[in-house]
């Protein structure tokens, strides 16, 4: 369907005006402009609408309102809107916004501030340009008026507006000392946008704005706030999630140097020290005993596995689930098929692993509530703050910090509502909760441990004429937002979103079955693109295997109608050199997504020790299309990003439970892929014109089915269980 097109006409009374003579450079967590400020900055600039503001010494002030966490959305989104304002990026001001959905608000998250799932660029991308050239109309239009000539005659050029017939020209700063803002801000359409072949910004690999203080260790994230009289907290969890407190013996905590108070909290208890380790030691001295009423008490992931698929491969719907996605008659033609192939896939709870572990500053007063947070959505922790605390979301302030890695953990409040909380207790100080690496690990919001069953017919050719995908497992959506999960009839997008795909095969049908075991499962990155494409690329894998078809050609044939994805895979097949013969135990496997509006193609290298089990991939390849790259490099980091953490999750990562404890606690016990272990990966963007996709996530999760399909080739052997841990792969070839 043929998108409208949309308008941008912001009234006066969403302007944010900014002051005048800034330096270049990134501000995070400003505080909220007062009348006056406002006034002086009026004076001092040109301000036409929320998103930027002109200095009359010609700085432009940009506001970003996506959180940073190493993806660079904060030069990306400003960029956006500097193209079509034509401005000059050297005399740009990027700036967090705060947090003002009605004015900064993602339309892909239903007008929330959150940043993940790779919307950000999608969700922000055509506003900000529009934005931009709001801007540039105002700036044309006055110097239009000032110099007496038609506004058509006005032309612009990296911050300066030119009449050429006159040969006259005066830069944005000058035209913001005299110009106003009309009263009715000029009207403007995607159409007058620049085009790509147009773009000087847009497209090229400018520096990101924030890597030169983090390379000088001067950028500022959460765990780096420091407020006067700021006290410390720390929280005394259950072992098993949602289990209540029956008694609490604190007289321990109490002969800690530095306590303050022990402090009850809805998910256990809090206590307030005088620095960051006496409240630790303070609350491992807290003799609690739990009620042991927890849902999950008996949670054993190895057989909740086994459940799971039990409940994928029941295709009773009637039972438990929903109907995803649906086209044709894929059952019914299943059933009376040549031929039917069916797979079991697991794929293991994993943990998010931010190198910055979770942690808030919050201060309380007069029923009012602060924050400073390095999380990826300020909504959420406001929503969430105001319902504990029982306050107007109107009475928070959220200031976003930089994020050490958020993959899809930050999204969540749970450790900003140990702050807010503390908070509460503290008497109007400050307080700063530090989550301890076990407590990050032993408290995260999982990746959902899946179990999924693929049933495939073909016809006597080996040709696809059903595909049938079912999922059971934990819910996000009804834990993280009910309301989605409820609007959906019981769909959880996040959790079975890669099912879908570009393939002509007419009869799809995919499904949902929830479970309800007590764990709580949250957002990891490309969430259900990293297991759901597994099932997905595989059986792809083995139906060209067993049509006796080259996979990347089996490929090209499904997906004859999209030129796009034929492109990527073509590309990637002659990066590895596809049909080349390789050294003797080595073989290549390819992987296909079409994610998040963007294509992309792996190939991989690997080899096998049979002995132990053991995989090693040698080399990864990667190709692209996300259509407009705003910035090409950094789109090309953030495969590479992906790909890592692909190959991690792929060959180590997994969280087991023994009655409803998570058995890992820090990189001891939960390996993640190390430097040394990184093979080389060389990764080609195809640069399109096509509206821009989304990259944060989209190199993930073609990684393991690649990885599978490659040992596949060398085997015979199918791995269907996330992680491919050496143990599971000598299984695997055993049975």
């Known amino acids: ?79 956006c809107l500097a193209e079509d304002l034509d401005a000059d990026w050297s005399k740009v001001r990027v700036v967090q916004s705060g947090h003002n959905p009605k004015l900064f608000g993602n339309k892909l998250f239903n007008g929330i501030m959150a940043t993940g799932a790779s919307r950000t660029t999608r969700g922000y991308y055509e506003l900000l340009r529009l934005a931009g050239a709001q801007t540039r109309l105002i700036l044309v239009n006055a110097a239009a008026e000032k110099w007496g000539v038609p506004s058509a005659e006005v032309t612009t050029e990296n911050g300066v507006a030119m009449h050429k017939a006159s040969n006259r020209s005066m830069g944005y700063g000058e035209i913001a000392g005299f110009a106003t803002v009309p009263a009715t801000l000029p009207a403007v359409t995607p159409a007058m946008l620049r085009k790509p072949a147009d773009f000087k910004l847009i497209g090229r690999n400018v520096a990101r704005i924030d890597l030169a203080d983090k390379t000088r260790g001067a950028a500022r994230y959460g765990i780096d706030m420091r407020l006067d009289g700021m006290l410390h907290g720390a929280v005394l969890r259950p072992p098993v999630q949602k289990d209540k407190v029956a008694s609490v013996d604190d007289s321990g905590a109490k002969a800690v140097k530095g306590f303050i108070k022990t402090v009850p909290l809805p998910w256990g208890v809090g206590v307030l020290a005088d620095s960051t380790w006496a409240a630790r030691k303070a609350r491992d001295a807290l003799k609690v005993t739990w009620a042991n009423e927890a849902p999950a008490k008996n949670y054993d992931s190895a057989a909740v596995g086994r459940d799971y698929v039990a409940a994928a491969a029941d295709l009773d719907l009637s039972k438990a689930g929903v109907e ?39 201060r309380f007063a007069d029923d009012k509530l602060e924050i400073w947070s390095p999380t990826q959505s300020p909504s959420i922790a406001t929503f969430a703050s105001a319902a504990v605390l029982k306050i107007p979301p109107a009475n928070i302030t959220v200031h976003n910090t930089l994020l050490g890695g958020g993959f899809g953990r930050r999204v969540d409040a749970d450790f900003t509502l140990d702050a807010a909380l503390l908070a509460r207790a503290a008497d109007g100080k400050p307080v700063k ?22 049933e495939v017919g073909l016809d006597a050719n080996n040709n696809i004429v059903g595909w049938h995908h079912r999922f059971a497992g934990e819910s996000i959506y009804a ?105 003797a135990g080595r073989a290549l496997g390819i992987a296909y997504s079409d994610m998040w509006e963007t294509h992309i193609a792996e190939v991989v290298e690997v080899s096998l020790n049979r002995k132990t089990g053991a995989i ?36 180590k990562e997994q969280v087991t439970f023994k009655g409803g404890v998570p058995q890992q606690s820090n990189f001891h016990d939960y390996p993640v892929l190390r430097m040394n272990e990184v093979p080389p990966i060389e990764v080609k963007i195809l640069v399109t014109d096509n509206p ?11 990684v393991a089915p690649a990885i599978a399909n490659a040992v596949a080739k060398l085997t015979g052997k199918r791995l269907r269980h996330l992680p491919f841990n050496p143990a599971r792969v000598k299984a695997a070839l055993t049975a």
């Not at 036409?48 to 506001?63: E, H, K």
């Not at 909760?433 to 693929?454: A, Y």
């Not at 821009?692 to 073609?702: A, I, N, Q």
Request: net charge positive.
């Open 1 to 79: 369907m043929k998108k409208p097109i949309t308008t941008l006409a912001l009234s006066r009374r969403q302007f944010l005006l900014g002051s005048g003579g800034l330096a270049i450079g990134v501000a995070f967590g400003l505080p909220a402009l007062t009348a006056s400020r406002k006034a002086q900055a009026q004076a001092a600039g040109l301000a036409p609408n929320q998103w930027v503001s002109i200095a009359t010494d010609g700085t432009v002030t940009i506001l970003s309102p996506a959180a940073e966490m190493g993806q660079g959305t904060m030069t990306a989104m400003p960029l």
């Open 324 to 362: 995803v996605e649906k086209h044709g008659s894929a059952p019914q033609n299943i059933k009376s098929a040549a031929r039917v192939l069916k797979a079991d896939f697991i794929a293991e709870h994993t943990a998010h692993m931010c190198l910055e572990p979770m942690n808030a500053t919050a």
């Open 433 to 454: 909760v530090t989550w301890t690496r076990e407590d990050d690990v032993r408290n995260d919001k999982f990746r959902p441990l899946v179990g999924q069953h693929l």
């Open 479 to 583: 834990r993280a937002n009910p309301g989605a999960f409820k609007a959906a009839g019981g769909k959880d997008a996040p959790f079975h979103e890669g099912a879908e795909f570009l393939y002509d095969i007419k009869d799809h049908l995919i499904e949902f079955a929830r479970q309800e075991r007590g764990i709580d499962v949250g957002f990891w990155r490309a969430v259900g693109g990293g297991y759901a494409k597994h099932a997905v690329e595989t059986m792809i894998d083995e139906v060209a295997a067993l049509a006796k078809a080259d996979p990347v050609e089996f490929r090209l044939r499904l997906l004859a109608k999209h030129p796009r994805a034929q492109a990527v895979i073509r590309e990637v097949a002659q990066m590895a050199d596809w049909n080349r013969k390789r050294p």
């Open 616 to 651: 090693t991939v040698h080399k990864v390849w990667a190709a692209f299309d996300t259509g407009v790259a705003v910035l090409p490099q950094n789109c090309v980091t953030q495969v590479e990003g992906g790909i890592v953490y692909g190959l991690s999750g792929a060959l």
């Open 692 to 702: 821009p996709g989304g990259v944060g996530e989209c190199g993930l999760p073609p």
